[in-house]
């Protein structure tokens, strides 16, 4: 009797310690290197680790920043044809806005917060457009508009649909021609367009 429960609990060791054992080789093998790499990453560089931290946070930042600024008046279209090219056919001699060549029909949205200064199919070489007074206090001008979908005098939020792109006007093919010009500006009152 004596004798078995030695031997059991002997056996029960052995087996103890082949389990702790195998147990560590698991872990060794297995989860180490991972463990390795990430601590070798984060550990030696506490202070670029801040800084890189301190990277990621203006990054986040920015991206809450473009969720509510407006990153284009053509969401999911960039310029195509940029503010300031040097071109006699132009009146003021060089391209007076960004033209952002799109579908017609491709909604087009306030860059900010404003109220609609006008809204007419009288823009001449520009079309059915819009101009919208921003809380910045410039005007952004929508040209070659195919639809309006404000009026003059409506105040809009950024990011509100005003439209859609068109071939109103002087143009070669649908887009929008987006100026960006002070508060009751005229034609070639106009700087780089931003917001
Ligand atoms: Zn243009």
């Known amino acids: 009797m ?62 809450e920043a473009a969720a509510a600024r407006v990153k284009s ?53 520009y079309g059915r457009w819009i101009g919208l007074r921003a809380s910045n206090g410039r005007d952004y001008v929508y040209c070659h508009l195919s639809v309006r979908s404000v009026s003059t005098g409506t105040k809009v939020v950024a990011g509100q649909k005003l439209g859609e792109v068109g071939a109103t006007g002087n143009v070669t093919g649908p887009h929008l021609h987006f100026e960006d010009r002070p508060k009751g500006g005229g034609y070639g009152q106009v700087r780089k367009p931003k917001w």
């Open 73 to 125: 008046p053509v969401p999911g279209y960039t310029v195509t044809y940029p503010f300031g090219v040097k071109d006699p056919r132009y009146a003021a001699g060089y391209h007076t806005g960004d033209d952002y060549a799109s579908p017609t029909g491709t909604k087009v949205v306030a860059v900010l917060d404003g109220t609609i200064a006008w809204s007419n199919n009288n823009g001449g070489a």
């Open 2 to 63: 004596k004798r078995n429960t030695a031997r059991n609990m002997s056996l029960g060791l052995l087996a103890l310690m082949l389990t702790v054992l195998s147990c560590n080789k698991a872990e060794n093998s297995a989860a180490t290197p991972e463990a390795q790499d990430s601590e070798m990453a984060q550990t030696p560089v506490p202070d670029p680790e801040v800084t890189t931290e301190n990277v990621p946070t203006p990054a986040t930042a920015a991206v």
